[in-house]
């Protein structure tokens, strides 16, 4: 019997990150659980069953954690066939006001961070053939005022993700998931038009984009699949809006 698939999964602490696990070791895959914030990793790691998942606190931003990050999963579990990054964060700010250390933390925590992290995985995932997902953002391709440092970290993603398809392939294939507006813990109760305005009629679940990871993580379903981006946004960035 071959061991269980080993993937990595940064911002793995809260929200979409956490779902993420969940859904992977739902699928019998093994999780190495990343993020700096330490206590709230540790809260999760101790809601899964003992021996699927392994929780290291790092700050992915920084390129000595995440390589650190990446040899501790395998050495951990023995192989690594996955990477999720996830991690990310926002500034808003008027762009006036947006400081060069606000845009630079932005940036090494959403863009960098994957770059960091697949650098060092690299050779790991092409001993068995793996896939690296990357988690980017509609924002990457709308915005909303004064979110400048987060929509450039996603569109930047997106170039990455392909980019990266073309350099590690065939071994490695690499694709993205762009969420829109994804309801996770801390939303207040939603109103019927926040559904109502979505082409699939509701705003999405966390679950909507882990479904998503997994199939991408899986080369049984997903092996022709590479350098894509994946919108999971209920078609809100097909839809066209104008004042009436």
């Not at 269980?4 to 990150?17: E, F, H, N």
């Not at 000595?64 to 996830?86: I, P």
């Not at 793996?130 to 005022?145: D, Q």
């Amino acid at each position: 019997m071959s061991s269980p698939r080993v993937t990595l999964v940064t911002g793995a602490a809260q929200g979409i990150g956490a779902g993420i696990a969940r859904q992977l070791v739902g699928d019998g895959w093994q999780v190495c659980l990343v993020d700096r914030a330490e206590e709230k990793l540790g809260r999760v790691e101790e809601s899964f069953p003992a021996g699927t998942v392994a929780a290291m606190a790092a700050d992915v931003s920084d390129p000595a954690q995440a390589a650190r990050a990446v040899e501790e999963a395998r050495s951990r579990f023995g192989r690594l066939d996955g990477l999720v990054s996830n991690a990310g964060i926002m500034v808003s700010a008027p762009v006036e006001q947006l400081s060069t250390s606000d845009w630079d933390r932005v940036l090494a925590t959403n863009l960098s961070a994957t770059f960091h992290l697949v650098r060092t995985a690299a050779n790991h995932l092409r001993e068995g053939g793996g896939s690296i997902v990357t988690i980017a953002s509609t924002r990457a391709h709308m915005s909303e005022p004064d979110t400048e440092a987060y929509a450039a970290s996603k569109g930047g993603l997106v170039a990455l993700t392909h980019a990266l398809a073309i350099s590690l392939g065939p071994r490695i294939r690499v694709n993205c998931v762009s969420p829109g507006w994804i309801e996770t813990e801390g939303y207040g109760e939603l109103r019927p038009v926040d559904h109502a305005q979505h082409p699939a009629g509701r705003v999405g679940k966390v679950a909507d984009v882990a479904q998503a990871v997994s199939f991408l993580l899986d080369g049984d379903r997903s092996g022709f699949v590479t350098g894509s981006e994946f919108v999971v946004d209920g078609g809100m960035t097909r839809k066209m809006i104008y004042a009436e």
